[in-house]
């Protein structure tokens, strides 16, 4: 018996199995894959509390764990990610040095759960941050389960991902309305963390597809100080910051993920957002319709860099402690381009 079930962001299905052959498109050296490991993941320096401290904003599984044959399967997944991307006319997207994607496998195989968050309630999100993510990410994940031995070769291993890839594409609409397929056509994402972790019974892939467009300077946080601020790859026209906010995440056991938080995750609850500093003499100020509206301190926008600084104290003093995720936007306000989906956790 065989049982495969994938979740996008925003969307959950139970999927079928169906076969598929793949091509290889980008490979990843040993040498740069080491570059990209490291000896050990750590934490994030900028993601504190308001009052000066790191809290207790930590990931309990730093040592991520990779499989021996992690390289192999690394290039044959990104390799059919890209098929995809480039048969329907898209860049493909290059590897993320952010390890989210292989934390997140690795806990759920560990821990015997299947869910967007993780033991420690965190959000797809809230991982990328704690792992020095600052730009934007979306997740899919999807296992494979077997109830007998059959992953045991790197062979095998490739076949439930190409399935899994397979289906996140082609078998998406009816369960998920089109969610997985979307985050892998992204146009805007240029950079994927991709996890696999597996036994002989179970395979976990997650992809953590991120739009990276700016070098953003750390520490983000200071007090109750946001600078976004660095260099670009490319013109940006950011026109707000959405504000979005989480209660203090609480740790969750494997049952209890695998039975109440089975589901889509969301961005939280938007409380508000930033716009340019506005002084209202020529114009009229833009305003958020729903939430609170704070005028940056700064913002300063060029061909290649960025500078805006904002206050969180106006949303902290209505919310209170819990995880504000920040999300630099630019486009069309109905249909934004989300540059960052950076989370500052705020202990009481």
């Known amino acids: 018996m065989e049982q495969k079930r994938s979740k996008a962001s925003g969307f959950a299905a139970v999927i079928g199995v169906i076969l598929v052959a793949v091509v290889v498109l980008?490979?990843?050296?040993?040498?740069?894959?080491?570059?990209?490991?490291?000896?050990?993941?750590?934490?994030?320096?900028?993601?504190?509390?308001?009052?000066?401290?790191?809290?207790?904003?930590?990931?309990?599984?730093?040592?991520?764990?990779?499989?021996?044959?992690?390289?192999?399967?690394?290039?044959?997944?990104?390799?059919?990610?890209?098929?995809?991307?480039?048969?329907?006319?898209?860049?493909?997207?290059?590897?993320?040095?952010?390890?989210?994607?292989?934390?997140?496998?690795?806990?759920m195989l560990q821990n015997d759960y299947f869910s967007h968050w993780d033991t420690q309630g965190y959000k797809p999100y809230m991982r990328y941050s704690l792992l020095n993510g600052v730009g934007f990410v979306e997740e899919n994940i999807a296992f494979e389960y077997s109830g007998f031995p059959a992953f045991t070769s790197t062979q095998s291993v490739e076949r439930v991902l190409g399935d899994l890839e397979w289906q996140m594409m082609n078998n998406d609409s009816a369960c998920c309305n089109n969610g997985h397929r979307d985050n892998i056509l992204n146009p805007y994402h240029n950079r994927v963390s991709i996890g696999i972790?597996?036994?002989?019974?179970?395979?976990?892939?997650?992809?953590?597809?991120?739009?990276?467009?700016?070098?953003?300077?750390?520490?983000?946080?200071?007090?109750?100080?946001?600078?976004?601020?660095?260099n670009t790859s490319q013109t940006l026209d950011p026109t707000s910051v959405q504000i979005f906010y989480d209660s203090t995440p609480t740790s969750l056991s494997p049952s209890t993920l695998n039975q109440a938080y089975d589901g889509p995750y969301d961005q939280g609850s938007f409380v508000g957002g930033v716009v340019a500093p506005c002084d209202n003499i020529f114009s009229s100020c833009e305003k958020f319709t729903q939430g609170i509206t704070v005028g940056a301190t700064t913002w300063a926008i060029n061909s290649d860099a960025i500078e805006i600084q904002f206050s969180l104290?106006?949303?902290?003093?209505?919310?209170?402690?819990?995880?504000?995720?920040?999300?630099?936007?630019?486009?069309?306000?109905?249909?934004?381009?989300?540059?960052?989906?950076?989370?500052?956790?705020?202990s009481g």
């Open 197 to 230: 972790a597996y036994s002989s019974s179970y395979v976990y892939l997650v992809q953590d597809f991120e739009t990276y467009l700016a070098t953003l300077n750390t520490p983000i946080a200071q007090g109750d100080s946001i600078t976004l601020e660095g």
């Open 26 to 107: 980008l490979l990843i050296s040993s040498s740069t894959l080491q570059n990209l490991l490291g000896p050990k993941e750590s934490t994030s320096t900028f993601v504190q509390s308001l009052n000066g401290d790191s809290g207790n904003a930590t990931l309990s599984n730093l040592d991520i764990t990779y499989p021996s044959n992690y390289e192999a399967l690394l290039n044959y997944t990104l390799g059919i990610i890209n098929e995809n991307r480039t048969s329907e006319g898209l860049a493909p997207v290059t590897l993320s040095p952010i390890p989210s994607g292989q934390q997140h496998a690795d806990s």
């Open 313 to 346: 104290a106006n949303f902290v003093q209505i919310d209170g402690a819990g995880v504000y995720t920040i999300y630099l936007t630019q486009g069309d306000v109905n249909n934004p381009e989300y540059l960052t989906s950076i989370s500052v956790f705020v």
